[in-house]
């Protein structure tokens, strides 16, 4: 019933920037916690930072004080910022829905790759 479409990686080099953006069509994204998680070759997806349905922010460790997640309601839209990128940040993006009940909706990912 949720769909996400993730957009805005590439390539660039440590210590440069990219912002994503996730669109969500269907429900409104504020019936969900939205978030962003990644993924490099070989490592367990890990959550990077979400939003709450009253729009409070989490951050992994990793990326707390460099990332900034935001949300558009009225564009059913969340964006991660990315500051001060680093070589570990390198991996797909995935845009996520969790509603109250639980059930997670994905996105296709979207590769983000910082060279050293």
């Known amino acids: 019933q949720v769909q996400l479409v993730e957009s805005g990686g590439g390539l660039v080099q440590a210590g440069g920037s990219l912002r994503l953006s996730c669109v969500a069509s269907?429900?409104?994204?504020?019936?969900?916690?939205m978030g962003w998680y990644r993924q490099a070759p070989g490592k367990q997806r890990e959550l990077v930072a979400d939003?709450?349905?009253?729009?409070?922010?989490n951050y992994a460790d990793s990326v707390k004080d460099r990332f900034t997640l935001s949300r558009d309601n009225a564009k059913n839209t969340i964006y991660l910022q990315m500051n001060s990128l680093k070589a570990e940040d390198t991996g797909a993006y995935y845009c996520?829905?969790?509603?109250?009940?639980?059930?997670?909706?994905w996105g296709q990912g979207t590769q983000v790759t910082v060279s050293s």
């Open positions: 269907g429900p409104s994204l504020k019936s969900y916690v």
């Open positions: 996520n829905a969790r509603s109250a009940l639980g059930l997670n909706y």
């Open positions: 939003v709450n349905v009253f729009g409070t922010t």
